[in-house]
């Protein structure tokens, strides 16, 4: 059997040599939206006209309504307040949040959160039927909502450039575990986790291995409530960490041990991962000697105690470099390549602006700007990432750059079309993804298969890395059920 080695040197000799004019590429990772919620009534897009959207309850019945948005529509705090009772009796059926005859909560007004984990993100699938995204939501109806996209700034690009309508999460479930399939394509493991702090994380699983055990008091209708479950962990029973568990190095979710390290998160909690082990495309790159960075809005105010909500809110889950070994504190991996960005991207615009960025660059936008729902609205988050896109798109690098925007994961909200059959981990939900470019194909809707990997395939192909063994993983299993290898993102680009 060739060797992984191998495989890339076949896959960088049969790569069109126009690709070598790419000399940067810029991934701009935002947060938790559907391709529907957004992008649902985009024209030439595969989107809400082609949805039936039906729901069906947790004995497999269509249900007679959607169930209320339990605990209200918005945000906490959020005024004016949308309650419970006024989300009760909905069609079973998509709806417009931001419809006004009906609740008219526009693109700046920031919702409840909603459930977004690893095992319930597959429960709501249903192998492909998309039709128990409220059966198995902690926020009753909200998981149909969406909204008319044509006025935000993302948008307008969208049109002007490529739109990706058939672009999945790579992984079930949340935005620790996407980000971390990002930039490695792999799902932690605690070895021997039932013998130590994290055996309180472990999942009770249903034979079927994607189902989670009900607990004997859960309501047996998703109008009676949202569902209990006997243990909804951050483990699978396999000692997989697949929901989220904090940096073990700070700036992290978790607090240094007392007495302990203060660079360090206290070892000794259930939430904490232990430093990880696996290869990176960081990595890769920095074997082959290709520059990068990830650039963290409010890295350094987090770094000195100084992150507060609602900003920047900056979110320690969502630095993935921050769980490996490699970049641990005091290592020189670490100071080279994870950068502050700044409050507000402002350090990241400055090294824009002076054309100073490396070749490989992720962005990663503070809390209060990353369009996640529960705590942050979707105008902000927008109108700041398309910012920083006219910063590039002004900027000195930008005649040999790539840019592609896309989202983290769905945030638990609905989408109508079917994830790809991938491996144990995914793909998940359709999520949008936008390529920015002066080689972007121009006023283009892109129907070709991708999930989040295809950033890290785009770049392995153009840098002559090695494929990770993630991607080979589930290229195998792709290829066993006779399907083919998602796309690279390269029939967005017109490289003539």
Not at 441 to 455: A, E, G, L, P
């Amino acid at each position: 059997m060739a060797s992984a080695a191998a495989a890339a040197a076949l896959i960088w000799a049969q790569k069109p040599a126009p690709l070598a004019r790419i000399q940067n590429i810029v991934v701009i990772f935002a947060e938790n939206r559907s391709f529907d919620t957004l992008y649902g009534s985009f024209p030439g897009a595969n989107g809400l006209k082609n949805a039936k959207g039906t729901q069906t309850d947790r004995d497999g019945s269509v249900l007679k309504e959607l169930p209320p948005v339990w605990g209200g529509l918005t945000a906490a705090g959020v005024h004016p307040a949308i309650p419970e009772a006024r989300t009760a009796h909905l069609p079973n059926a998509p709806f417009a949040i931001d419809d006004p005859n009906g609740f008219h909560a526009g693109l700046e007004v920031t919702t409840r959160d909603l459930w977004h984990r690893f095992y319930q993100n597959q429960m709501q699938i249903h192998g492909g039927k998309n039709d128990r995204f409220v059966a198995w939501a902690d926020s009753g109806a909200l998981v149909m909502g969406h909204y008319d996209g044509s006025t935000l700034k993302m948008w307008q690009l969208a049109r002007e450039f490529t739109l990706a309508d058939n672009f999945f999460m790579g992984a079930f479930g949340g935005s620790y575990i996407n980000h971390l399939w990002l930039i490695c394509a792999c799902v932690p493991r605690i070895p021997h986790a039932d013998q130590g702090p994290a055996k309180r994380q472990i999942s009770v699983v249903e034979p079927d291995g994607v189902t989670l055990k009900l607990a004997a008091n859960s309501p047996a209708s998703a109008l009676d409530g949202p569902p209990k479950f006997v243990a909804d962990g951050n483990l699978t029973p396999d000692f997989y960490a697949v929901n989220t568990m904090m940096p073990p190095y700070q700036p992290s979710g978790n607090k240094p041990k007392p007495g302990g390290d203060p660079r360090l998160a206290d070892p000794d909690l259930d939430t904490t991962l232990p430093p990880q082990t696996e290869q990176t495309i960081g990595d890769l790159l920095s074997a082959k000697g290709v520059s990068w960075a990830w650039y963290g809005a409010a890295w350094k105010a987090a770094l000195e105690g100084h992150n507060a909500r609602p900003v920047p809110n900056f979110q320690y889950h969502h630095q993935p470099f921050n769980y490996f070994k490699n970049f641990a504190p005091g290592t020189a991996e670490r100071e080279k390549h994870l950068k502050d960005g700044g409050l507000a991207g402002a350090e990241f615009l400055k090294a824009i602006d002076a054309g100073a960025l490396e070749q490989v660059v992720f962005y990663k936008p503070q809390g209060n700007l990353n369009e996640h729902a529960g705590y942050a609205d979707i105008r902000s988050g927008d109108a700041h990432i398309a910012d920083v896109v006219e910063h590039l798109r002004r900027g000195p690098q930008w005649k040999n750059m790539v840019v592609i925007v896309t989202y983290d994961e769905n945030g638990g909200f609905w989408d109508h079309v079917a994830p790809p059959k991938g491996d144990r981990w995914g793909p998940g939900t359709r999520i949008p993804a936008i390529v920015i470019s002066p080689y972007a194909k121009r006023h283009f809707v892109d129907h070709t298969q991708y999930d989040t990997t295809s950033i890290l395939r785009l770049i392995t192909h153009r840098f002559d890395l090695p494929v990770l063994p993630g991607i080979a993983a589930r290229d195998a299993q792709v290829k066993a059920r006779g399907g083919k290898p998602f796309g690279d993102l390269t029939n967005a680009l017109d490289l003539r």
